[in-house]
């Protein structure tokens, strides 16, 4: 019976000695898993406050574009007429103004800091003075991914529109002649490209073909000037 209960207490002894060494282990554990967990916080803190206020930003613009889309109220831009004139007095003065490609200038409406939703592309080096009768190049409509923005139409094509609609008021012009995907002719001056989602207009750019060719010849001459300067260098 004495030494039963000797074995007896030697097991319970040599359990709560395994017990404890794996409590002792378990905890040895966590704390090195914390303390690795711990590091990698401290160590990825700036990547997650960069990223912060990159989506901060990103949220910021978008919303800012929102507004100031729906703040313009009404709007139908007909690119038969489409002058700076006349961008001015329906879409007011341009929020941005900057350098575009091939010596051209971008003005900017409805922006937030980065991007604005529309865009008018003006054949005039930036700096110098752009005439209101002057005629752009391209206008763009790209309006932030969320929101309906129904207020706004260019050439009676309202955003959010089907394809099918716009393909019609194209034709009924006696145009809609189709050039590339997602490209057709507006009238004998103007093509439309477009893009779409679940079949719906979501964003619109307007070419001045007329415009668009004269530039490209400009460019070619002045490509081919720069060779004939360089020949002549090296004789």
Known sequence: MWCRDRRDMRTKSLFERVVIDLTVVLAAAVLIVGSIVGYAWIKERPQREEMRRHSESFWADLTAQRNGLFALGE?????????????????????????GAHNSTQLGWACGQEQCSIWAFFHVPFGQEISPNLIPAA???????????????????QLGAKVEEMEEICQKRGYGRQIAYHKMSWNKDW?????EVNGKVVFLTFLNEEILKKTEAERDRNRSDQVIVRKGDTK
Do not use: E
Not at 147 to 157: A, I, K, L, T
């Open 75 to 99: 709007v139908n831009l007909d690119p038969s007429n489409l002058t700076l004139a006349d961008l001015q007095q329906k879409l007011h003065q341009p929020s941005v103004k900057k350098a």
């Open 191 to 195: 093509n439309v490209v477009w893009g």
């Open 139 to 157: 206008v763009m409509v790209n309006p932030p991914a969320y929101g309906d923005f129904h207020n706004v139409s260019f050439g009676g094509v």
